[in-house]
């Protein structure tokens, strides 16, 4: 490691335990720099020492002076750049550099000590180029000790004092920068996400520059452009077996499985790991894709499932909720690969109460979801094996002409138990190939629903049913799921019906059952509230999580419906 010595402003080289105690700079580069070669030649050193690029280390030396250290590191003059093989071992241990000093300078070029027009200098700090540079992470990240310094080198305040300041602007907690919680208990996603809107010169520095963050060590390859990023990804899971660094938007993403910028990891800030769940299986990349293992839920379609990744949402503001992330995927018999729509993302709400949940707790709380293996691989990979196949499920998330106001995405955690879709009323809004059941303006039938209270059956106030059966070797057995929604109030609910053994699919016979649930559920004038659970018999109903489709796909909000139809195998898993 080359230290500058601070009195002679000679550079000295030092190994292992014999580096001495030493401040280290951080700063934003500027078009022109000074060099290890010419720091190196005293009277370069001595012409140039006005220029910025040396001036800014010179004030540097003198501040160590003050602090009573002997030594700075400073990156434009200690790291001979012409030399590939130094730069790569100085960028995989710069992290522990910063870490290790005794303290950290940070100079702020574009804060000046006495602003124009009296703006408020702690303003032009927030705003300040410093904190949009992918390097400065690392470099705000690691050190214990940071003082923020101004153009004229006045000081503006510790990092500790500006810690307030400082989170408001980077998102990153308090705790994690005064060093009070470590940066491995932060998820992938949360710590791609301090990096997502951070810029580089050079596209592959957004991936080097996250090396220490996530303590990866891999060769530099300038050249391979955003590549480096993907193969950063592939480093860290070799290391980690946080399922987090799935949890990112594919819909804004160039990869088809690792994200391709840190940016798309920019609203992944709140996910976090779930390390009281469970342990996490083995996953890893090959030359297929990436093998893992997770629940998987399934829904209507063969060909459209969700992996449930082991980590959580929480949602600070809204009394600590949390969310299940769900990873839509695409693909079948093992093979699958990430979905773009609806979306790329589901947060399933674990948090809300019920009071009639089945012994207080709800279908993800009983049900001991059994893990699957599987690859998760390119598009040009799965489409080519199932394309002609998977054509009508991926059509049908086409852009339609009117976008329907809200639907139901039907999902079953413990698959379907034997059980299919026997009907809908009406028929025509139930779409298996994509797994929703969406209300649709017209009706196939003039008197539909006419007993139900005030809601009128329009793309922003509907009701619906869905009939499930199952056959046998005996008397074929039938659920009922009936399915209110007002989109522009933004309620909702879902209810189990009994259906009669004798039930012929009559358009009257489905009012009747509508009207009947509709009245139980909600009484008269929607005076009950709108209960988003429900069990009967040997089945159970959750509709909690409403998400935002994207724009133009067949309906604008959806609400996820998870039916779970085997109560009693499942009550017999949670007494085992």
């Not at 401040?23 to 500027?30: G, R, V």
């Amino acid at each position: 490691m080359r230290l500058i010595n601070v009195s002679t402003l000679g550079i000295e080289e030092f190994y292992g335990s014999s580096v001495p105690e030493y401040a280290i700079l951080s700063h934003t580069w500027a078009d022109v720099e000074a060099s290890f070669q010419e720091w190196t030649k005293r009277l370069t050193r001595l012409r140039k020492m006005k220029r910025p690029g040396f001036s800014k280390v010179l004030a540097a030396c003198k501040q160590a002076r003050r602090d009573g250290l002997a030594y700075l590191w400073a990156d434009t003059v200690c790291i001979d750049k012409s030399s590939s093989s130094e730069l790569s071992e100085a960028i995989n241990s710069m992290y522990g550099w910063y870490e290790r000093a005794a303290i950290c300078y940070v100079y702020l070029s574009d804060v000046p000590d006495h602003p124009r027009d009296k703006i408020d200098t702690l303003d032009l700090v927030r705003k300040s180029r410093w904190f949009k540079r992918g390097w400065t992470l690392q470099e705000l990240l690691a050190p214990a000790h940071i003082v923020f310094y101004s153009r004229e080198w006045s000081p503006l305040g510790t990092k500790n004092a500006l810690a307030v300041l400082i989170s408001s602007v980077t998102k990153i907690d308090e705790v994690c920068l005064n060093k009070r919680k470590r940066l491995e208990e932060y998820s992938i996603a949360q710590r791609m996400a301090w990096a997502a809107d951070r810029v580089t010169t050079r596209q592959e520095d957004i991936a080097y520059c996250l090396l220490g963050i996530f303590s990866i060590n891999m060769p530099l390859l300038y050249g391979e452009g955003l590549k480096a990023f993907k193969r950063l990804q592939e480093e860290i899971i070799k290391v980690l077996d946080d399922q987090s660094i799935l949890a990112f938007d594919t819909h804004l993403s160039d990869g088809t499985l690792f994200a391709h910028h840190p940016c798309v990891f920019a609203k992944s800030s709140r996910i976090h790991p779930n390390f009281a769940l469970k342990l996490t299986a083995p996953f890893s990349t090959t030359n297929a894709g990436l093998t893992i293992t997770t629940p998987l839920v399934q829904t209507l379609s063969p060909y459209w499932t969700f992996a449930v990744l082991n980590c959580v949402e929480v949602e600070t503001q809204r009394d600590m909720r949390r969310s299940l992330i769900y990873l839509p995927l695409f693909g079948k018999d093992g093979r699958f690969m990430r979905a773009r729509m609806p979306v790329s993302l589901i947060c399933k709400v674990l948090d809300e109460s019920s009071s009639d949940r089945l012994f207080g707790v709800g279908i993800q709380d009983l049900a001991a979801q059994a893990e699957s293996s599987y690859i998760i691989s390119y598009f040009n990979r799965i489409y080519s094996i199932y394309g002609t196949e998977m054509d009508l499920a991926m059509k049908g998330f086409e852009v339609e002409t009117g976008s329907h106001a809200g639907g139901f995405m039907l999902a079953f955690p413990r698959g379907m138990s034997g059980y299919q879709v026997c009907t809908a009323y009406p028929r025509e809004d139930i779409r298996p190939e994509i797994s929703f059941f969406i209300p649709t303006a017209s009706l196939v039938h003039a008197t539909a629903f006419t007993k139900a209270a005030d809601l009128t059956a329009t793309p922003a106030e509907a009701k619906r049913l869905v009939l499930f059966k199952k056959e046998g070797p005996g008397p074929t057995s039938y659920v009922g799921l009936y399915l209110a929604a007002s989109w522009s109030s933004g309620a909702w609910t879902c209810k189990l019906v009994t259906v009669p053994g004798e039930f012929d699919h009559r358009w009257q016979e489905a009012e009747d059952l509508i009207a009947a649930a509709d009245e139980e559920a909600l009484g008269i004038g929607h005076e009950k509230p709108w209960m988003r659970y429900d069990h009967l018999g040997n089945a159970i109903v959750e509709a909690h999580t409403k998400f935002k489709t994207l724009t133009g796909v067949p309906c604008i909000n959806a609400v996820m419906v998870e039916i779970v139809f085997d109560v009693d195998v499942l009550l017999q898993e949670r007494d085992m």
